[in-house]
């Protein structure tokens, strides 16, 4: 369908693509950033060589980059999982209904690029690519709106947001998330950790990292329908919950949204850390040798 070797070949250039499509580059850094502060010191130093060094909220953005691109449009369907419901009376997700096979979804692509990632028998290049998938994709299962089918998940749902004329799914990927972590800070970067941050602390709850024990971790396919099926019960219970076309968004509706981005932002990044963390227990000591012959050569290079 595809060659693997593709990905080698794409021009820097071609990544300057519209990416509006998913929790915008701020709510994807976080995510990335929180994990990162409950990596084992495995797992900080398997992602490191996975992704060369790599900035690991960089690394989270590499699948909205790429979606555009004709010879990755097989990744398109792996972004989202469209739940046929009926809310706001009805809420709810049918994998069979609501994961097409030929496309696949976003529960499917977190269960093969799980798969990839702790698959030692695949080049490192192909790992490496997987796990920023993975990454990205523990953002968007979080994401309402990436759960559900209405409106093409609010893409066709025009409302407004201070003043100015936009559609639902923007709001929420987007337009919420950059008033409420992003303002104040000219880097991005430094934005996503910042809020990374602040949720760890608010978080943290004297769970550290035994909260680990806590996270679905039984079989991929699973624990990401029943997160997808989380997410998708917020788009009956507040953003679909009243007819909100025309409106602008910026006051009480906002307000009402902050605690859901935070809990689910908070919650993607701290399922992200236990679930890597867990793939790397499961790696071969071997593995991770192979993998990184010199560990302190490639901090200080970093
Ligand atoms: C899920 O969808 C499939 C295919 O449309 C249908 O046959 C099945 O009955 C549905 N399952 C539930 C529990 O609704
Ligand atoms: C799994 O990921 C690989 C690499 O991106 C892709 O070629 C393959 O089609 C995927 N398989 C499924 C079932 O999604
Ligand atoms: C690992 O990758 C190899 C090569 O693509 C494949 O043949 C094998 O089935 C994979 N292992 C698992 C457990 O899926």
Not at 13 to 32: E, I, K, Q
Not at 115 to 144: C, I, K, Y
Request: proline share 4%.
């Amino acid at each position: 369908m595809h060659h693997p070797l593709l990905v080698l070949l794409v021009p820097l250039g071609l990544l300057h693509l519209p990416s509006t499509l998913a929790w915008g580059t701020l709510g994807h850094r976080t995510v990335a950033y929180l994990a990162s502060l409950y990596f084992t010191p495995g797992s900080t130093r398997f992602t490191n060589q996975l992704l060369h060094g790599q900035d690991i909220s960089e690394a989270a953005l590499f699948p909205d980059k790429i979606r555009y691109i004709p010879s990755f449009a097989y990744t398109k369907g792996w972004h989202y999982i469209d739940a046929q419901d009926d809310p706001p009376t009805t809420c709810g997700i049918n994998i069979t209904r609501d994961c097409a096979l030929e496309t696949g979804c976003v529960v499917s692509a977190i269960a093969n690029h799980t798969e990839r990632v702790s698959n030692a028998s695949l080049p490192t290049w192909q790992r490496g690519q997987s796990l920023r998938f993975v990454l990205h994709f523990f953002g968007d299962v979080h994401q309402p709106l990436h759960t559900e089918a209405e409106d093409r998940g609010g893409n066709e749902y025009a409302v407004v947001f201070e003043g100015r004329a936009t559609n639902l799914h923007s709001v929420w990927d987007t337009l919420i998330v950059n008033r409420h972590a992003g303002m104040g800070h000219e880097d991005e970067a430094i934005a996503a950790w910042t809020w990374a941050q602040r949720l760890a602390a608010a978080g943290r709850g004297g769970g550290g990292q035994n909260e680990d024990e806590d996270v679905c971790l039984r079989d991929a396919a699973d624990c990401a329908l029943e997160w997808a099926g989380e997410a998708n019960a917020y788009v009956c219970s507040y953003v679909l919950a009243r007819d909100v076309h025309g409106q602008d968004l910026a006051g009480e509706y906002y307000d009402g949204a902050v605690p859901i981005i935070d809990e689910m932002v908070y919650k993607a990044g701290r399922r992200l850390a236990a679930w890597i963390n867990a793939i790397v227990e499961d790696v071969a000591f071997q593995d991770l040798e192979r993998l990184d012959p010199e560990p302190l050569l490639q901090t200080q290079m970093k």
